[in-house]
């Protein structure tokens, strides 16, 4: 159900990764992902003295480490320089980001991995961006497709998209949290989410923000926030429960 979403919240500092890592490896949470931002991004920050980017064994041990555990690790995509560096490592899942939600060649490069993909649909990606998409995938069954409401406004957040989006593409449709008020995240269980994908930082830091820094959770909270969306979401499936069988007996027993 959830994914934790590191980002480049690790700034490329390895220490900062291992965090997540180790964090990762003994909690609750079956799935993280990783964001490699665009070539240019990278080369604009390292020229002012700070590098995003982690090593490639990083990953690769990442990935072997979470197998044994039964876990896995997928990796954010929007642009086929930075991703082409990192394309033979066999990541459990892909996530194109909207920027790229039109990117041909970068879709060709996903179907050779013949993974799951989750489509975010931020930065206002239209059902006409989404058709496209899925055209360019060709028949490819494992999609899933995110509403990605990127707002710190709550009443911006359109949870009923999802349930329009499952009617009209088809296709299991998921969450991925931009906003600010974690407590929203409790609000989509009456939406059935297929997946949830929260942002995470690592540490407290005196004056440290991250590049997700207002809508990632640090590390100690995510254990909370994943108990309090499961007890609550428990509540409304019991309470579905209840009123179905109410409306059985309403009716009589046929038999």
């Known amino acids: 159900m959830f994914t934790l979403e590191a980002g480049i919240n690790h700034f490329g500092d390895l220490k900062e990764a291992q965090k997540i890592e180790k964090f990762f490896l003994k909690s609750s949470f079956k799935n993280l992902s990783f964001m490699l931002h665009t070539q240019n991004f990278y080369n604009l920050y390292k020229s002012k003295g700070i590098d995003f980017i ?3 064994n990083f990953y690769s041990r990442l990935i072997k480490k979470s197998r044994i555990r039964k876990k896995k690790i997928g990796l954010s995509v929007c642009d086929i320089q930075s991703f082409k560096k990192l394309k033979d490592l ?7 980001l909207s920027v790229s939600i039109n990117n041909e060649e970068l879709i ?3 179907i050779k991995k013949k993974k799951p993909v989750f489509i975010s649909t931020g930065f206002k990606a239209s059902d006409i961006n989404i058709k496209k998409c899925l055209k360019s995938f060709k028949g490819f069954k494992k999609i899933t ?3 990605t409401p990127m707002t710190y406004d709550v009443s911006q957040l359109n949870f009923s998209r999802i349930s329009k989006l499952k009617d009209k593409f088809k296709l299991p449709v998921g969450y991925s949290n931009h906003n600010n008020n974690f407590d929203t995240l409790n609000l989509l269980t009456g939406y059935e ?8 930082k690592p540490t407290r830091k005196n004056k440290r923000v991250y590049p997700d820094n207002k809508h990632a959770i640090y590390l100690d909270n995510l254990e909370k926030m994943k ?7 428990t509540v409304h499936k019991n309470l579905i429960n209840k009123k179905n069988k109410g409306d059985i007996f309403k009716n009589g027993i046929k038999k």
């Not at 989410?193 to 995470?200: E, H």
């Open 54 to 56: 982690l090593p490639t």
């Open 227 to 233: 108990k309090s969306y499961i007890e609550l979401n």
């Open 145 to 147: 497709i995110l509403h």
């Open 108 to 110: 060709k490069e996903l």
């Open 90 to 96: 066999k990541f459990d899942f892909y996530k194109l």
């Open 193 to 200: 989410p297929s997946s949830i994908f929260v942002y995470c």
